[in-house]
Nanobody, 115 residues
């Protein structure tokens, strides 16, 4: 069992930056993947970036070069640094962990990019 709590969302102008945080109730174990997903209105949920317990990351092509996922093992927290935000980045962003046949979701945090 693990609880995931996202924070850091909000309203930002195009070109701006936000940093999302995902605080987990325990450390990420070897073999587990933690990911950021997003879901825009009327669209399917899509993966944005993933990180494993060893710190290896992967980022979706749509945000590569603008978004960076990172982790702080001491704080059991994973971050999503989002730079040069665009209106099409507007979505609810979710934290997700998967491993050992189980998966958990956070409650989501809204990111709105608008002038």
């Amino acid at each position: 069992q693990v609880q995931l709590v996202e924070s850091g969302g909000g309203l930002v102008q195009p070109g701006g930056s936000l940093r999302l945080s995902c605080a987990a109730s325990r450390s990420i174990s070897r073999g587990e993947l933690l990911a950021w997903y997003r879901q825009a209105p009327g669209k399917q949920r899509e993966v944005v970036a993933v990180i494993n317990s060893g710190g290896t990351t992967n980022t979706a092509d749509s945000v590569k070069g603008r978004f960076t996922i990172s982790g702080d093992n001491a704080k059991n927290t994973v971050y999503l640094q989002m730079n040069n935000l665009k209106p099409e980045d507007t979505a609810v962003y979710y934290c997700h962990i998967k491993g050992y046949g189980k998966e958990y979701w956070g409650q989501g945090t809204q990111v709105t990019v608008s002038s």
